[in-house]
């Protein structure tokens, strides 16, 4: 799985003004991520804002990714819940060809303990998929704490990566320094992918890598080579638009810049708003600090 590495970028879903989905904003940035040096694109994750997807939009959307990638990229399918059997069910019953592994996010909402987590990804294992874990604290409101990441990365060769979110950066070392050779760690926070991938992480599943692809992925392969100063100067130029884009919460400060970079339209579908006029005009500054430094 050697190929899911560096950059990946959980993909937005582009809307029109009608809400419906706008696949010619898709198709600008698929694209425009590919040209630009990305590694792999995630499809249908929480940045995607698939929970207010229908079954139909979502299978249009996987349709149309897989057609405009056209094998260019390797792909990542998100499939989660927290309802374990339903999970497998829909894993076991979708056609995951063009896909190299599904990312699934740890049961939400149910507040599972360790014991109850292990089992969700046990059952998922169990499928004979290639598994990635997706602990996110933040959103799900349970942690999967390091002896559980590990604990499943010994036991199942299949659960061969975690995107690891949690607030904590300590939990992402304590991974690192235990797991086992075959299994991967991806940083699930923008702000920690350089320190992570330091600390010999394989990179990042990111959020503002799709409006800053070739910085990000440039970043990382310094940080892999150990070229930390250099690393750093990019890292140090992203850290407060980064910090942005996720004010108002996720993805509205990351549509904001892609409409000013004229790959899509400034539109969500609720519960989720754009970003306020406030932290719009923030972020459209950010960015022009990042153009001057680009031109320097």
């Given at each position: 799985?050697?190929?899911?590495?560096?950059?990946?970028?959980?993909l937005?879903t582009?809307f029109?003004?009608?809400?419906s989905v706008d696949?010619?904003?898709?198709?600008?940035?698929?694209d425009?991520?590919?040209?630009?040096?990305?590694?792999?694109?995630?499809?249908l994750g929480?940045?995607?804002?698939?929970?207010?997807?229908?079954?139909?939009?979502?299978?249009?959307?996987?349709?149309?990714?897989?057609?405009?990638?056209?094998?260019?990229?390797?792909?990542?399918?998100?499939?989660?819940?927290?309802?374990?059997?339903?999970?497998?069910?829909?894993?076991?019953?979708t056609d995951?060809?063009?896909f190299?592994?599904?990312?699934?996010?740890?049961p939400?909402?149910?507040?599972?303990?360790?014991e109850?987590?292990?089992?969700?990804?046990?059952?998922?294992a169990?499928?004979?998929?290639?598994?990635?874990?997706?602990n996110?604290?933040?959103?799900t409101?349970?942690?999967?704490e390091?002896?559980?990441t590990?604990?499943?990365?010994?036991e199942?060769p299949?659960?061969?990566?975690?995107?690891?979110?949690?607030s904590?950066?300590?939990?992402?070392?304590?991974?690192l320094r235990?797991?086992?050779?075959?299994?991967?760690?991806?940083?699930?926070?923008?702000?920690?992918?350089?320190?992570?991938?330091?600390?010999?992480?394989?990179g990042?599943?990111?959020?503002?890598?799709?409006?800053?692809?070739?910085?990000?992925?440039t970043?990382?392969?310094?940080?892999i080579?150990?070229?930390?100063?250099?690393?750093?100067k990019i890292?140090?130029?992203l850290?407060?638009?980064?910090?942005l884009?996720?004010?108002?919460?996720n993805?509205?400060?990351?549509?904001?810049?892609?409409a000013?970079?004229?790959?899509?339209?400034?539109?969500?579908?609720?519960?989720l708003?754009?970003?306020s006029e406030?932290?719009?005009?923030?972020?459209?500054?950010?960015?022009?600090?990042?153009?001057?430094?680009?031109?320097?």
């Open positions: 799985m050697s190929q899911l590495k560096g950059v990946g970028v959980a937005v582009p029109n003004e009608d809400l696949f010619d904003s898709l198709t600008r940035l698929i425009y991520n590919i040209d630009n040096g990305t590694n792999f694109l995630v499809v929480t940045t995607a804002e698939a929970a207010t997807l229908s079954k139909e939009e979502k299978e249009k959307v996987v349709a149309h990714i897989t057609k405009i990638n056209n094998n260019r990229l390797p792909l990542v399918l998100g499939i989660g819940g927290n309802n374990t059997a339903e999970v497998v069910k829909k894993i076991e019953e995951l060809s063009d190299d592994a599904v990312l699934s996010v740890s939400y909402y149910n507040k599972p303990n360790q109850g987590l292990y089992q969700h990804y046990k059952a998922l169990e499928t004979g998929e290639k598994i990635i874990i997706y996110v604290p933040g959103r409101g349970q942690n999967v390091a002896s559980t590990l604990r499943l990365a010994n199942f299949n659960l061969f990566m975690v995107k690891e979110a949690a904590n950066i300590l939990q992402y070392f304590d991974i235990q797991k086992p050779e075959h299994f991967s760690l991806m940083s699930g926070d923008d702000e920690y992918t350089l320190p992570v991938t330091l600390a010999g992480g394989d990042v599943i990111s959020v503002i890598a799709q409006a800053y692809p070739k910085e990000f992925s970043m990382v392969k310094l940080g080579n150990r070229e930390v100063d250099e690393a750093y890292h140090n130029s850290v407060e638009i980064t910090r884009i996720f004010a108002e919460g993805p509205c400060g990351i549509k904001t810049i892609l000013e970079k004229g790959l899509i339209k400034n539109y969500l579908r609720l519960p708003v754009p970003a406030g932290l719009q005009t923030k972020i459209k500054q950010e960015m022009e600090k990042i153009e001057a430094i680009s031109l320097a």
